[in-house]
């Protein structure tokens, strides 16, 4: 009669193997994962094996849950601050918009527009890199 640690390995012998591979494929396994490969390859378990083993596999399996559960939070904050982003990056498109529409109907807008894109070139506001980009604009 198989013992509830047996019962657990035999409910998991897909597990184990994927493991075993996966362990026998890496260059420096660390000693769990060494006594992982052993026990699994291990014909003939006895009772203090099959404890061993059954403690291991649940250690890995919480492992495997915790790196699955690291990057389903990892993929939520990075769509939160993308969404962010967009939001911002959003608002300044629209504000820029409406601040060059008015520009381009009032003279004085158009006038300190044109002042502020000046102070922003030549006062480090544009960076080295962009200043190609936008040289024109302040007649460059």
């Known amino acids: 009669m198989a013992n509830a ?3 657990y390995i035999n409910n998991n012998e897909e597990y184990l193997d994927n493991l075993v591979k996966r362990f026998r494929g890496f260059k420096s396994p660390n000693d769990t994962q060494k006594l992982i490969v052993l026990l699994g390859e291990k014909d003939n378990r006895n009772d203090e094996d099959n404890r ?10 919480k492992a495997d849950q915790l790196v699955k ?3 389903n939070a990892r993929k939520l904050i990075d769509a939160e601050k993308s969404k962010a982003s967009k939001a911002e990056v959003r608002r300044k498109i629209i504000w820029m918009s409406a601040i060059e529409k008015m ?14 894109r000046v102070k922003a070139f030549h006062e480090g506001y544009v960076s080295d890199r ?5 040289k024109t604009d302040v007649g460059l």
């Open 130 to 134: 962009d200043k190609d980009a936008v």
């Open 103 to 116: 520009a381009s109907e009032d003279d004085k807008s158009a006038h300190m527009l044109q002042q502020l």
């Open 52 to 61: 061993k083993l059954s403690i291991l596999l649940k250690a890995e399996k």
């Open 69 to 71: 559960a690291r990057a």
């Open 5 to 7: 640690n047996e019962e």
